[in-house]
């Protein structure tokens, strides 16, 4: 297919033409149609115009699950500008970082992260910060009620020339969008951070066509199932991340669905919401599922609606799988790929999915499974790292020469990413996961570096070296652990302290759990840490 011409806003417009009266999104009870959310995204992206933001200008999304990130992405990227979404929960540290990294002068945050926007101002200064509330776009009456029964959480703001309310902005422009020219293919849509393994987050770049290509590859799988225009998904996963984000495209706003938007994940309210809409679709992680299924009240909500789940995220365990099917009688299907390459893998939805596979590869990526030294492809069957490529994606890091080399390679006339997750290829086609990298530790569905809270550790004056390692947790997947080496002259250093210092730069679920003091820390002849070495040994320890 040629994506040359298309945006990443363009099945979404063509949506709102055919079904303007459909509703797009619920949002703590509030509707809001086709048209009228097509109607705040056409007129944030005049006020965004106002505001001087233009052609390929970097602006921050620094928001939870709300209308107001879906309007602001689509303004920001109908601009020709550049979308940098991250974490609401990462602090002023974290932040100052990927500010100054990808070059943001434009920050729309909640009011009760604005404490963490104003640090970094007064540090690199802004030139917008754009303010809003949770439930700025609900009714009068719902927010009148939440204020009255102390439900709303809301955080003190300042008043400044670089500072704009999001609904001021709203009110006062016209939907009268400018025309933009935008080149699909050239032109970046979004800058999203992962983790790096030199212990700064790396920026991954993607066109409009790299979104698109993905998103256009699984519609076509969920063509011949999805009610076009008449089904409800939920969505549970943060929408900064490239899993979530792609998913709510393919199922619901591109075909016209409704998304039934939930801002936390808390189980009771999902489940109160799948009852109530009579959900079809959903998108979670393993944790989540099994909080659903291991939630008390579970027998008290009629779920019956639901018919097509996917998981992804992290490994899902057949025990999951299994107690789904049997409270449901429908499988979980299965998702995988990483921000680099966007949504790889699919579980088809025309035959039973192997629980042990995480579903097969979408047209417009290849794949190859090689050993990791020499990068020759290994025999049929056998385990291998995989790679991935595609004529669609970026090859390279924002601003990272370093880290592209080490995780990009060139095979023939192609350039592709190493996964350094180690997998086999089915006989029929699909991708049995294996084991990850040291270096990667998954945490309920976050997919956190070791090394960046290996580098925040040894940051403080009395740390020598840190190891960071997953230790399995049926629950969460993977508690942190950080094996930690203090100076000779340290003094009054605890794992109380250190988690503490961690705190202050790391967002919460990057903060290990469990801090263990050792003399010496696992190098190779040249001073390579041997993270592996470690986890080996608390594998070792579980079985024991």
Request: proline letters at 5%.
């Amino acid at each position: 297919m040629d994506f040359s011409r298309v945006y990443t806003f363009t099945a979404f417009e063509e949506a709102c033409q055919k079904y303007p009266e459909r509703n797009a999104l619920i949002y703590l009870g509030r509707r809001f149609s086709y048209r009228f959310l097509k109607l705040m995204i056409d007129q944030f992206t005049t006020a965004l115009h106002r505001l001087g933001i233009g052609h390929q200008d970097k602006v921050m999304i620094y928001l939870g699950n709300s209308p107001q990130w879906i309007i602001a992405n689509f303004a920001i990227q109908k601009l020709g500008a550049v979308v940098v979404p991250v974490s609401p929960i990462y602090t002023s540290h974290e932040l100052l970082y990927m500010v100054k990294d990808a070059g943001v002068e434009t920050v729309i945050c909640m009011d009760t992260n604005f404490g963490y926007v104003k640090e970094v101002d007064r540090q690199h200064p802004l030139k917008r910060i754009i303010v809003t509330n949770l439930t700025d776009l609900l009714y009068t009456w719902q927010k009148v009620f939440g204020t009255l029964v102390d439900r709303i959480p809301r955080g003190s703001t300042v008043k400044g020339e670089n500072i704009y309310r999001f609904n001021d902005l709203l009110r006062r422009a016209p939907a009268e969008p400018p025309e933009v020219e935008i080149d699909a293919c050239k032109d970046l849509a979004y800058i999203m951070y992962t983790g790096g393994t030199t212990g700064f987050p790396k920026g991954v770049p993607g066109s409009h066509v790299s979104e698109v290509s993905y998103v256009e590859d699984v519609m076509e799988v969920f063509r011949p199932y999805i009610n076009k225009s008449c089904d409800t998904m939920i969505m549970v996963n943060p929408l900064f991340h490239i899993m979530a984000k792609g998913f709510l495209f393919a199922a619901g706003l591109n075909f016209g669905n409704t998304t039934v938007l939930m801002p936390v994940p808390e189980v009771d309210a999902v489940l109160r919401e799948i009852e109530r809409f009579k959900v079809r679709w959903m998108l979670g992680v393993p944790a989540l599922y099994r909080m659903i299924l291991e939630n008390d009240r579970l027998s008290s909500y009629d779920i019956s609606s639901l018919e097509y789940c996917y998981c992804g995220g992290d490994v899902l365990p057949g025990e999951i799988f299994n107690r789904w099917r049997e409270l449901t009688s429908h499988p979980l299907y299965q998702v995988y790929g990483s921000t680099e390459v966007g949504h790889l893998t699919y579980s088809r939805l025309d035959k039973e999915p192997d629980p042990r596979t995480v579903g097969s590869i979408l047209p417009s990526r290849r794949c190859l499974v090689v050993d990791p030294e020499t990068l020759e492809e290994v025999d049929s069957g056998a385990v291998g790292e995989l790679l991935v490529t595609s004529v669609y994606t970026n090859k390279s890091y924002w601003n990272k020469p370093e880290e592209t080399n080490r995780s990009y390679v060139r095979i023939g006339d192609e350039i592709f990413y190493r996964m350094g997750d180690y997998v086999r290829l089915t006989e029929n086609g699909e991708i049995q996961f294996v084991e990850r990298t040291a270096d990667t530790i998954k945490y309920k569905a976050y997919r956190i570096s070791a090394s960046e809270i290996e580098a925040a550790l040894q940051d403080h004056p009395t740390v020598m070296g840190a190891c960071v390692v997953g230790i399995p947790d049926a629950g969460c997947g993977e508690r942190i652990k950080a094996i930690v080496v203090l100076k000779e002259d340290a003094k009054g250093v605890d794992g109380q302290t250190l988690t503490g210092w961690c705190r202050k730069r790391l967002a919460p679920y990057k903060i290990p759990h469990y801090i263990e003091f050792r003399d010496m820390l696992p190098k190779s002849k040249v001073g390579k840490l041997l993270r592996r070495e470690i986890r080996d040994e608390e594998k070792r320890k579980e079985v024991q």
